[in-house]
């Protein structure tokens, strides 16, 4: 299975004028959901830096979640697929 990866990563808002700009989201490439986090409230202008550490984190969680979990739906298929074909051979035909 491909490891998620987040995609296209862009600020909600006008793109000339980040500094309005209020939400970063992005995609994930495994199931297309949007993440979306509120743009870091800091002293500084320029909050990029920890905004992008923001969704990045979320999109940890997100794949944590989400993905993880198929991962070891994944396995445990497979490892039921293991036991029908030794039991197949067992039984023979
Ligand atoms: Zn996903």
């Known amino acids: 299975m491909a490891t ?3 995609t296209d ?3 909600l808002g006008p793109k000339d004028e ?3 700009a209020s939400h970063l989201f992005g995609k994930c490439s495994e199931c297309y959901e949007i993440i979306c986090v509120e743009k870091a409230v800091a002293d500084k202008q320029n909050t990029q830096q920890e ?3 923001m969704i990045y984190e979320a999109f940890h969680t997100h794949v944590k979640l989400k993905h993880s979990e ?3 739906q994944a396995a445990s298929q497979a490892e039921t697929k293991k036991t029908l074909d030794e039991y197949q051979k067992k039984v023979g035909s």
Do not use: H, I
Request: proline share 7%; glycine share 0%; aromatic share 6%.
């Open 9 to 11: 990563v862009s600020w």
């Open 70 to 72: 198929d991962a070891n």
């Open 18 to 20: 980040m500094d309005r």
């Open 51 to 53: 905004t992008n550490e």
């Open 4 to 6: 998620p990866k987040l």
